[in-house]
């Protein structure tokens, strides 16, 4: 585990009952797998009185799902790449995008010859299911979509047009990206066309707009509970905003160099950093 220098950052304080949010894919999902240690790390987390929770760019469904087989009950989920907190049972933020303005960047990405050859839009919902926009795309390329993002399961047969025009919001708008080394331009593209947007890339072949941030999201959660210490463990360009808002922040050490710069510390698992933190209290 390595300590990076970032402005006053501390050693980890002593709080038990610390709240402990996790992002998912490349944190806790490693090649779509959890680590048995990580699983183990967060029971005993629990059990000693803390909370856990995630905050993710995943939709709702799916973290409750992950949380199932992690065995521990989440205290609070920051979904959709902050574009909805639930705390406890109770959604106490959500910023979502409005459809029509969805529906508009839409056409906008396909005139500008974004989709479906370099990306393909999509949106999911709170009940796990992903849209397409099946009757623009060619079958082809919705199969293919079918086949190298199968992990994504749950595949509507609704038209993402049809939703639009039956929602009056959606949590955010997800562009796969088909081969990872146009991710960027896919993204800076995507700024240019639609920059009312928060535009995010999430991984090495996602780009994702939602109407808030990760940050943003953390601190209308820690408006409803202030006095809780918080730490967060991530690893993507979308964690940036967390780990520059927090002193308490860990960061795979898988991520690229320039995420690790922001990070207080870079650890190689979700478990190391609740050992070192539980070792730590009992220590004291």
């Known amino acids: ?33 959890i680590r048995p240690e990580d699983a183990a790390a967060l029971q005993r987390w629990k059990q000693a009185g803390n909370r856990f929770g995630l905050l993710t760019g995943r939709g709702e469904a799916f973290c409750r799902q992950l949380c199932g087989r992690l065995g521990v009950n989440p205290d609070v989920l920051i979904t959709d790449n902050g574009a909805q907190v639930m705390l406890g049972g109770e959604c106490v933020y959500r910023q979502w995008l409005r459809s029509s303005q969805v529906k508009a960047v839409l056409d906008k990405l396909q005139d500008a010859g974004l989709w479906p050859g370099l990306c393909v839009p999509f949106v999911t919902m709170p009940d796990g299911a992903h849209r397409f926009c099946r009757r623009r795309m060619p079958v082809a390329a919705m199969e293919r979509m079918m086949e190298v993002q199968a992990h994504l399961t749950y595949f509507s047969e609704q038209d993402l047009e049809d939703l639009l025009a039956e929602s009056p919001s959606v ?36 780009v994702e707009a939602c109407e808030s941030d990760k940050a943003l999201a953390l601190r209308a959660l820690l408006s409803q509970m202030p006095e809780i210490p918080v730490c967060f463990a991530g690893d993507g360009p979308n964690d940036v905003p967390v780990f520059d808002m927090l002193e308490d922040a860990w960061c795979m050490d898988t991520a690229p160099d320039p995420v690790k710069a922001h990070a207080c510390y870079v650890t190689e698992s979700v478990a190391q950093v609740i050992e070192r933190k539980l070792d730590y209290v009992e220590e004291t």
């Open 1 to 33: 585990m390595e300590r990076k220098e970032k402005g006053k950052a501390k050693e980890p304080q002593k709080p038990l009952k610390t709240l402990l949010l996790c992002d998912v894919d490349g944190t806790l999902l490693v090649n779509d797998r």
């Open 171 to 206: 949590p955010g708008l997800s562009l796969y990206v088909w081969d990872e080394r146009n991710t960027a331009g896919v993204l800076e593209q995507a700024r240019a066309l639609a920059p009312e947007m928060q535009w995010h890339q999430t991984s090495h072949d996602y």
